[in-house]
């Protein structure tokens, strides 16, 4: 047999010629039972003529509206076999039709076999300035229906069924909240939150609204500027099309513990010069006593890219749904997306100019937000947020898709943060991110502040590629500066890094405590300038200063330092262990070609120790390659350039040292576990192994042999292309 699926929208255009519902008919024990017909009047009891805007009719049980499939359609006895998708309200919009007093209007709606069914219908109606909402509940008896029988229904419309208000349909609760139904109803909203004061309709966390509609506010510039809302509003998952100014500001001015959700922003790109603070849902979240503790944007869109040339040296907050972000307040944004070009001036020389696809400078949470278009600017450029200051979080699922550009402090995610924050949950960084120093996938950099933790931990992935211009860049933080403790955990690179200096797979520089876990770097990572005591490596650039620890942790990228800079270190884990203790455990490089040009230092795990250095557990497997004169030291697992210890435990190391004008041709030391300069602190190592491969150079490991560490086996010291070396491991 075939069958038809019959599909009504549960909002419908008043038509007294149209029978509304597909319950064309229903089927049980073996027979036909065709459809009932309501014959809803409606009424006008009030006295005076009304304007009818909406008709909402709200079954008990019965199903009013949606998608059913009709059966045995080429038979004599079709029937509705389902309702795959139904709803049990049907709104029917009236379009302003005029009832007289007295009068009255008839429509139909189908029904299948009901007992004791009841039907409840709420009536906006208008006459001159002043909305009625009528509430009605008909036949309080209830009706029972079997087939083939037309009811009426009365609704009367009369002062007792009514509340009146001046502006807006509802009451403005959370169970009847004011309506805005088309764009006059938009603009008093607007009028009155620009006004700001109004206890009733916007200074109350008590007030809610929701949109019943798309529309079109575009035909003149929209002027919010100013404007303060303390309430709930509810887009209803419909659209306002505005045409914005940097001037004139967002579609909120500023937000004090309001809600914002399920709303959509288009139209026009909007661009400007003058020095701002702007977002196209609103340009500042603010502080008051009397609101609620947190502002929340739900479920949000923006659709509008936004432009601004000010090349001004005043603070500047530019952002794709949020402006500022008040330090004395909070703000969470939840399912949040932002689909619009954010362009800053890229030539600005303001230290204070911060630009993000979100927000500009932002404080609260962010949960399953997405920014989709490109963002640029000059200082603290992030995908997601310019600057985060104070406690923040990041939680679910974050994606960002945009290419992310600018000058200091730029990330895939965040240009630059303040402690304390906190990542987890899935952040993925597709966008390729471009700058001069602090740069990174996620963060840029995590500036100096109160002792308070940083934790970044979870599936925290970086694709794209990351290039700076200048120093500390890392695949996920460019810089972690404070004495805070500095987490991360989970995070992955997969893009290809390159810096100047203090550049890594996961984190170019830092210093401080803290561990850096369970992290994976396939990116190529390549440094390209010249600095003093620099660093470059597969997982950390540098630990300038503090107590680190690095676990858990595997490389399979190639490490290049390519810039003929002699004061470079190069590691397949860390570059460089500039000062205090880090400790390396469980960690492993796999399958990777280190190659240094004139660097002070190369290894397979840490370029070189200048403090103090204790690795665990951990092997390299690959090539060292060393190009040009003066590559001082070479070291399977490191090399010491300092007074401090390094400790060496259960480690392996299977390395090649390459052939081809490549090798050891131009290094003036190797040790196959460590290369210590004379006097330059002290080496021990414990059950560690070394098998050495290499067919160029005149030195002792001349050929592949295998060296037990562990019982004592320890190379003299020797001479290499005519240059005296030290101690050798």
């Known amino acids: 047999s075939s069958t038809v699926t019959l599909t009504l929208p549960d909002v419908q255009t008043w038509d007294a010629d149209h029978i509304f519902s597909p319950m064309v008919a229903t089927y049980s024990n073996n027979q036909l039972n065709p459809c009932n017909l309501l014959a809803v009047t409606v009424t006008n009891n009030t006295g005076s003529a009304l304007q009818i805007h909406q008709i909402v009719m709200t079954a008990t049980t019965s199903i009013l509206c949606g998608t059913a499939t009709v059966a ?20 029917l919009d009236c379009g302003n039709t005029e009832i007289a007093a007295g009068g009255n209007y008839t429509f139909y709606v189908s029904v299948p076999g009901v007992s004791n069914e009841h039907f409840r219908f709420r009536v906006l109606a208008e006459n001159g300035d002043t909305k009625y909402t009528f509430d009605v509940n008909s036949n309080a008896s209830g009706i029972t229906l079997t087939q083939n029988q037309l009811v009426p229904v009365p609704v009367e419309l009369d002062g007792t069924t009514s509340n009146s208000t001046k502006t807006f349909w509802g009451q403005g609760t959370e169970d009847d909240p004011f309506l805005i139904t088309c764009y006059d109803d938009l603009e008093a909203f607007r009028t009155l939150v620009k006004a700001g004061t109004n206890t009733t309709y916007v200074k109350n966390n008590n007030v809610y609204y929701r949109q019943t509609c798309d529309i079109d506010a575009s035909s003149t510039t929209w002027n919010c500027s100013g404007g303060r809302f303390f309430g709930h509003y509810d887009g209803g998952n419909h659209y306002i099309k505005l045409s914005l100014s940097l001037s004139n500001g967002g579609l909120f001015g500023y937000l004090y513990g309001a809600t914002i959700e ?96 979100l927000a500009g400078w932002y404080k609260g949470r962010i949960s399953d937000c997405t920014n989709n278009s490109n963002v640029s600017g000059a200082n603290n450029v992030g995908g997601f947020v310019g600057r985060y200051n104070g406690w923040v979080s990041f939680n679910g699922t ?16 965040i240009g630059c943060a303040t402690p304390e924050f906190t990542i987890t949950g899935t952040m993925v960084n597709k966008g390729d991110i471009t700058g001069t120093m602090y740069v990174r996938g996620v963060v840029g950099q995590v500036a100096s502040g109160a002792s308070n933790p940083i934790n970044i931990s979870g599936d925290i992935v970086n694709e794209g590629s990351v290039t700076g211009t200048g120093g500390y860049v890392g695949g996920i933080v460019g810089q972690t500066n404070s004495a805070s403790a500095c987490n991360i955990s989970g995070a992955t690179n997969k893009g290809a890094i390159q810096g100047t200096y203090d550049v890594g797979g996961i984190v170019g520089y830092t210093l401080g405590v803290g561990t850096v876990s369970n992290c994976y770097n396939s990116g190529t990572v390549r440094a390209t300038g010249t600095g003093t005591d620099m660093g470059l490596g597969g997982i950390v650039g540098i630990v300038y200063s503090g107590t680190r620890t690095v ?30 203790t880090t400790t390396v455990n469980n960690c492993a490089v796999n399958g990777v070609t280190i190659t240094v040009n004139k660097c002070f230092g190369a290894a397979g795990i840490v370029g070189a120790n200048k403090g103090g250095v204790n690795i665990y557990n951990s092997y390299f497997n690959g090539t060292i390659t060393t190009i040009g004169a003066s590559t001082y030291a070479v070291g399977g697992i490191t090399t010491s350039n300092n007074t401090g210890t390094i400790n060496i ?18 290094a003036t030391g190797f040790g196959s576990m460590a290369f210590r300069y004379t006097g330059k602190g002290t080496v021990t190592v414990t059950n560690s192994y070394a098998n050495i491969s290499t067919t160029k150079g005149s030195y002792a490991h001349s050929a592949t042999t295998t060296f037990n560490i562990s019982t004592g086996e320890l190379a003299a010291a020797q001479t290499v292309n005519g240059e005296s070396c030290t101690t050798l491991y």
């Open 398 to 413: 974050c994606t960002n898709h945009g290419d992310i550009s600018g000058k200091q402090y730029v990330g895939g995610f």
């Open 262 to 357: 399920n709303l959509t922003l288009n139209g026009a790109s909007v661009s400007g010069s003058s020095a701002t603070t702007f977002g196209t849902f609103c340009n500042s979240a603010l502080y008051d006593a009397s609101a609620n503790e947190y502002t929340t944007l739900r479920n949000c869109t923006n659709n509008i890219s936004v432009t601004s040339t000010s090349s001004s040296t005043t603070s500047s907050y530019l952002g794709g749904i949020v402006g500022l972000v008040n330090a004395s307040t909070k703000v969470q944004m939840i399912n949040c997306t932002n689909n619009g070009t954010i362009t800053g001036n890229k030539n600005s020389t303001a230290t204070t100019y911060y630009i993000g696809g």
């Open 551 to 580: 676990e858990n942790c595997r490389n399979t990228g190639n490490v290049t330092a390519d810039a003929g800079n002699n004061t470079l270190y190069a590691g397949g884990i860390i570059g460089l262990v500039r000062t205090g």
């Open 649 to 666: 435990t259960n480690c392996y190391v299977n390395i090649d040292l390459g052939t081809d004008n490549a090798g050891l041709n131009y």
């Open 72 to 91: 045995d359609c080429n038979t004599e006895t079709p029937y509705v076999s389902a309702i795959a998708d139904g709803s049990k309200d049907l709104t």
